[in-house]
Nanobody
Framework: QVQLVESGGGLVQAGGSLKLSCAAS????????MRWYRQASGKERDLVAE???????NYADSVKGRFTISRDNAKNAVYLQMNSLKPDDTAVYYC????????????????WGQGTQVTVSS
């Protein structure tokens, strides 16, 4: 089984910064694309940013130039540095990873973290 544990959320004033972390553990053979999603209250869950194993990145237009996604393959971790935060960034942020496990046999599945709340006050 694979577990994703997120951390780093909290309350911040507009213009401030936060860094989210997500660490994967379990019978992991490799992790392919790693993603951050967010879901504001009453809205759908939207993709914020993604990074491939080779570190190619893609961002939602709303966060380009403000957020940076990165990963540490040795630690099975993905990060989201969020700068110049706006009240519209308030949401629960979820980590999502395409993980290939080695036990009991090789298979690739999508896993989700439990979410971490980010609140940006005006």
């Amino acid at each position: 089984q694979v577990q994703l544990v997120e951390s780093g959320g909290g309350l911040v004033q507009a213009g401030g910064s936060l860094k989210l972390s997500c660490a994967a553990s379990g019978s992991i053979f490799s992790i392919n694309t790693m993603r951050w999603y967010r879901q504001a209250s009453g809205k759908e869950r939207d993709l914020v940013a993604e990074i491939t194993r080779g570190s190619s990145t893609n961002y939602a237009d709303s966060v380009k130039g403000r957020f940076t996604i990165s990963r540490d393959n040795a630690k099975n971790a993905v990060y989201l540095q969020m700068n110049s935060l706006k009240p519209d960034d308030t949401a629960v942020y979820y980590c999502n990873c395409e993980v290939t496990v080695s036990s009991p046999w090789f298979r690739t599945s999508n896993y989700w973290g439990q979410g971490t709340q980010v609140t940006v006050s005006s």
